[in-house]
C-alpha cells in the first residue's frame, strides 16, 4: 500500500452540502486506485467506505503579463475522490486531537 494516497480533503460549500448524505472529497495521487483510495480511509478515519467515485481533473491554464511579454503555463492535473460512507458514520475534520 502507498504511505501519500491522501493528499487533503477538499472542504467547499458544495461539499459540506454533501456531507449529509455521508459523502466527502479528498485530494488523491493521481496514480492511486479505488482500493488503495479506500484502505487509506479505513485506516486513517477508522470507517467503512460504502463507495468510491473518482475524477480526474484537468489543472488550469494560468497566464501573466509582464514587461518582457506573456508568460503561459498551467497547473498541474490532479485527481479527485468522493467517498460515501456506510450508515451512522461521519468524518470529523475539525475535530481537536
Not at 483510495?37 to 494560468?62: C, H, L, P, W, Y
Amino acid at each position: 500500500m502507498k504511505t501519500n494516497v491522501l493528499k487533503q480533503p477538499l472542504i467547499t460549500e458544495k461539499m459540506s452540502m454533501l456531507a449529509n448524505q455521508r459523502q466527502y472529497a479528498f485530494e488523491v495521487d493521481i496514480n492511486a486506485n479505488k482500493i488503495e483510495i479506500q484502505q487509506a480511509i479505513e485506516k486513517k478515519f477508522n470507517v467503512d467506505v460504502e463507495s468510491i467515485r473518482t475524477v480526474r481533473m484537468k489543472g488550469k491554464k494560468k497566464m501573466q503579463l509582464t514587461r518582457r511579454g506573456r508568460f503561459e503555463g498551467r497547473r498541474p492535473h490532479w485527481k479527485k475522490a468522493i467517498i460515501t460512507l456506510k450508515e451512522g458514520q461521519e468524518i470529523d475534520f475539525f475535530q481537536e486531537e
